[in-house]
């Protein structure tokens, strides 16, 4: 199953939302730091509400640290952002792909974009308007991964 990476996550109410949405579909979520919380924040608990023990959440330190564990699971990084190549709703995800997004205020930093064996957009029709939320975008493509992948039924 597709798993949920986020990497340096700033905003702790998007991170709780994120994550009750992980622990609805059983997906692991990792945090990549460093983050712009603490993991005890309360507002990130109160988003999250009581199913943070539902939850398959993995902190990593580092990129580095998340890599490691990466190299050793295998799999495919795909990367979203604005500036992908990809319309996510036209790519063949594979059950042991890493769903990578980045921060609420950069998005993910360039040599993370540069790693990523594919970089995915969600369309957006006003051109004005410069990114969905950040929970917004990993509940979004995160069930059209699994749908795609049948794991919707």
Same mark, same amino acid.
């Given at each position: 199953?597709?798993?949920?990476v986020l990497v340096h996550p700033q905003i702790p109410p998007n991170t709780g939302n994120i994550a009750r949405t992980c622990a609805a579909? $059983?997906?692991?979520?990792? *945090? #990549?730091?460093? *983050?712009? /919380?603490?993991? &005890?924040? +309360? !507002?990130?608990?109160?988003?999250?509400l009581d199913y943070w023990p539902y939850v398959k959440l993995h902190h990593h330190e580092s990129l580095e640290a998340f890599k490691a *564990? !990466?190299?050793? +699971?295998?799999? +495919?990084?795909? $990367?979203?952002? #604005?500036?992908?190549?990809?319309?996510?709703?036209?790519?063949?995800?594979?059950?042991?792909?890493?769903? *990578? /997004?980045? @921060?609420?205020?950069?998005?993910?930093? &360039?040599?993370?974009?540069?790693?990523?064996?594919?970089?995915? !957009?969600?369309?957006?029709?006003?051109?004005?308007?410069? @990114?969905?939320?950040?929970?917004? @975008?990993?509940?979004?493509?995160?069930?059209?991964? +699994?749908?795609?992948?049948?794991?919707?039924?």
């Amino acid at each position: 199953m597709p798993q949920i990476v986020l990497v340096h996550p700033q905003i702790p109410p998007n991170t709780g939302n994120i994550a009750r949405t992980c622990a609805a579909t $059983g997906t692991e979520l990792h *945090l #990549v730091g460093p *983050l712009g /919380f603490e993991i &005890s924040d +309360r !507002y990130l608990k109160r988003a999250g509400l009581d199913y943070w023990p539902y939850v398959k959440l993995h902190h990593h330190e580092s990129l580095e640290a998340f890599k490691a *564990l !990466y190299q050793q +699971r295998g799999g +495919r990084l795909l $990367g979203f952002s #604005v500036r992908g190549s990809l319309n996510y709703v036209n790519f063949e995800y594979q059950a042991n792909d890493w769903l *990578l /997004f980045g @921060s609420e205020t950069t998005g993910l930093p &360039s040599d993370v974009l540069s790693d990523c064996d594919a970089t995915l !957009y969600i369309p957006m029709k006003e051109q004005n308007v410069r @990114s969905l939320n950040l929970s917004v @975008s990993v509940a979004v493509s995160l069930f059209e991964a +699994r749908r795609r992948l049948g794991y919707l039924e």
